[in-house]
C-alpha cells in the first residue's frame, strides 16, 4: 500500500503544464535572489535557480490557501528559499500585496519540529495549485517543517 512519502506528486495533467514562478518574478529580482542564495549557501546556479523555485511555488500557493489553517510546511531546503524571498521585504511585501490580497503573510517559526506529514502534504498541494514540484527538493519530508501548525503563516 502506497503512502502519501510514497505517492509521486505531479500536476493534474487536466489543468495543463505546470507555472513557473521565473513567469510571474521579474528577471532582475529573480537574478538578485539566486545571487543572494549563492552568496549565502555553498549553491551554484542551478542549485540555487532550483531552491528559489520552490520557496516562490511554495509562499504563493500558501497564500492561495489563505484562510483554510491547513499548517503548511516546507521541506528545509524548500525553507531556504522561501526565507530568501521573505528577508528581502519590500519585494516581499510586493508579492504579498499582489498574491495574498493585500496582507502579508508572516513567518511564524516554531523551535521543535514537527512529524505529522505536513511537507509532503504541501508538496502535493503546491503541485494540485500548478507549481512546478521539484520532488528531490521536498525528500525530507519525514522530518517535517517547523512552521505554526494550523496557521496561515509560514
Not at 513567469?23 to 549563492?38: H, S, T
Amino acid at each position: 500500500m502506497a503512502t502519501a512519502v510514497d505517492t509521486p506528486v505531479a500536476t493534474d495533467p487536466v489543468t495543463g503544464p505546470a507555472r513557473s514562478p521565473r513567469d510571474i518574478v521579474p528577471a532582475d529580482l529573480w537574478e538578485k535572489q539566486v545571487g543572494l542564495l549563492m552568496r549565502d549557501y555553498p549553491y551554484d546556479s542551478v542549485m540555487a535557480t532550483r531552491v528559489l523555485g520552490q520557496g516562490y511555488a511554495y509562499l504563493l500557493t500558501a497564500m492561495s490557501l489563505r484562510g483554510q489553517g491547513l499548517g503548511l510546511a516546507p521541506s528545509k531546503l524548500v525553507d531556504i528559499g522561501a526565507h530568501t524571498i521573505i528577508l528581502d521585504t519590500v519585494a516581499y511585501a510586493e508579492l504579498c500585496d499582489k498574491y495574498n490580497g493585500g496582507y502579508f503573510l508572516h513567518h511564524v517559526p516554531e523551535v521543535e519540529m514537527k512529524d505529522d506529514g505536513s511537507v509532503i502534504k504541501t508538496a502535493h498541494l503546491v503541485a494540485r495549485a500548478g507549481w512546478e514540484v521539484d520532488l528531490p527538493l521536498w525528500e525530507d519530508a519525514a522530518d517535517c517543517g517547523p512552521c505554526h501548525p494550523g496557521n496561515d503563516s509560514h
